[in-house]
């Protein structure tokens, strides 16, 4: 079993930038492929981005290309999400979630062990 922790949401003027941090524990992180996704008030969770085992493959919707970056230290069991620009649009709770395997899925019920999620404002 895997436990994921977020860190770093907040509330951020339009344009801003944060840095979300999602901690995963036990000792094999590496074996996780990793997303994130966000869910505004009264919308589906939506996938933002993943990144595979070794972190070499990374995949991002449409509405964060650009301006979103995730990444992963294997070391620290720990994924990242680097987003900049921020746009109110981004406002949401944001997830992070792992899946057991090769496959890096974009669709939130082909993840396994999700965080408890932490809120980013991005106002106008």
């Not at 449409?62 to 994924?79: E, L």
């Not at 680097?82 to 746009?87: A, D, E, I, P």
Request: aromatic residues 12%; charged residues 15%.
């Amino acid at each position: 079993q895997v436990q994921l922790v977020e860190r770093g949401g907040g509330l951020v003027q339009a344009g801003g930038s944060l840095r979300l941090s999602c901690a995963a524990s036990g000792h094999t992180f590496s074996s996780y492929a990793m997303g994130w996704f966000r869910q505004a008030p009264g919308k589906e969770r939506e996938f933002v981005a993943a990144i595979s085992r070794s972190g070499v493959m990374t995949y991002y919707a449409d509405s964060v290309k650009g301006r979103f970056t995730i990444s992963r230290d294997n070391a620290k069991n720990t994924v990242y999400l680097q987003m900049n620009s921020l746009k109110p649009e981004d406002t949401a709770v944001y997830y992070c979630a792992a899946r057991l395997g090769v496959a890096v899925p974009t669709n939130p019920r082909d993840y396994s062990y999700w965080g408890q999620g932490t809120q980013v404002t991005a106002s106008s």
